[in-house]
């Protein structure tokens, strides 16, 4: 591809040449922009067989003829190109003659006689260069509608918008069906299915859950062995990609439990119940147990409590009283199985 030359005349020649009639409104900024296939050039019009560079005096091949270029050398020292002249207006003459139509005929005067020969071939080649294609858009609509006729156009508008509307309503209840329908399956594939424990059935399920969805009672009792057997394997599941609470839920969970020290009638009451249904029917060998109390140390923090209205982390003995000091150890009563291996805390 070669760009319009800058050159005027040259530049004029190449328009000739091309045959683009567009081309003749357009600024020598923009012209010097539009570029020439290498298709339309002479073979002696290159300055090696590459074809990447052009001669000088190149011109390319005029747009009407494929095989001849539109100098007999291929350049621009055998074109004879005249400075543009200022156009005369031509006036008509007028010559009668006899007809029985007694008609007047109008006739111009030969060009010829007043351009000279290269202004006639530039006019004749600019008159010869073809029209633009002018593509117009025909409107068969007619504007000239009664009024019923346009109120009903409208109608029709509205309806269509009312039933393109409901169309997508339908289709997104359908997908919504659909899922429900695929939910449905699972749950009922779930609930026929014999797992061996709670545990692996409450597994599945939070897998097949929505995050945003609560979790049971099962759910919440799983998360919390796992929590507290390892918190690192539990973070491990987590990077997995398997759906389980965060830690700052499981810690939500753990500080919903509120007991104060010493023997709390409601946490005693909770933990006797919990006793009584998991040793209703065994015997007397595994409910035989002892006391132990042992103490723990734990970190130094203060923090109120909206739930009792103080700040927790002094010294507490219960019905002892308080004191002002931070608390660093706690003593823990637990009940211990002797023949078999089951603890819980009393106070």
């Known amino acids: 591809m070669f760009r319009f030359p800058k050159d005027e005349v040259r530049s004029e020649v190449w328009v000739l040449n091309c045959g683009n009639i567009n081309l003749l409104s357009l600024s020598k900024e923009k012209l010097h922009n539009k570029y020439v296939c290498q298709e339309h050039f002479s073979p002696d019009d290159f300055m090696n067989q590459n074809k990447k560079k052009l001669n000088p005096t190149a011109v390319p091949y005029e747009y009407h003829s494929g095989k001849q270029p539109s100098t007999s050398a291929g350049n621009l020292s055998s074109v004879e190109i005249a400075a543009p002249d200022k156009l005369t207006l031509l006036t008509p003459t007028k010559t009668y003659v006899k007809s029985r139509s007694d008609a007047v005929e109008l006739v111009f005067p030969s060009p010829s006689s007043i351009t000279s020969t290269p202004q006639k071939n530039k006019i004749s080649r600019l008159i010869d260069m073809p029209s633009p294609s002018l ?153 035989a147990c002892t006391v132990s109390f042992d103490e723990m140390y734990i970190k130094e923090f203060l923090e109120y409590s909206n739930d009792y209205d103080f700040i927790e982390g002094f010294q507490d003995l219960g019905s002892y009283g308080r004191s002002n000091k931070s608390a660093n150890c706690v003593l823990v009563f637990m009940a211990r199985g002797i023949y078999s291996k089951w603890k819980f805390p009393i106070a």
């Not at 939910?183 to 097949?208: D, G």
């Not at 839920?249 to 919990?274: E, N, T, V």
């Open 135 to 287: 593509k117009r858009k025909i409107n068969y609509e007619i504007d000239n509608d009664s009024p019923r006729k346009i109120q009903l156009k409208q109608s029709i508008k509205q309806k269509s918008k009312i039933i393109r509307n409901k169309n997508s309503h339908i289709s997104k209840l359908k997908m919504s069906v659909s899922k429900i329908k695929t939910h449905n399956n699972i749950k009922n594939v779930i609930q026929t299915h014999r797992f061996p424990s709670c545990n692996s059935r409450a597994l599945v399920t939070m897998q097949l859950k929505n995050k945003r969805q609560p979790c049971t009672k099962e759910e919440k009792n799983l998360s919390l062995n796992l929590f507290f057997k390892s918190p690192t394997a539990y973070t491990f599941l987590r990077l997995q990609k398997m759906n389980l609470p965060a830690p700052s839920i499981i810690r939500r969970w753990i500080g919903q439990s509120k007991y104060l020290p010493g023997f709390d009638d409601l946490f005693l009451s909770h933990i006797l119940s919990h006793i009584k249904k998991k040793f209703e029917q065994k015997c007397y060998k595994e409910k």
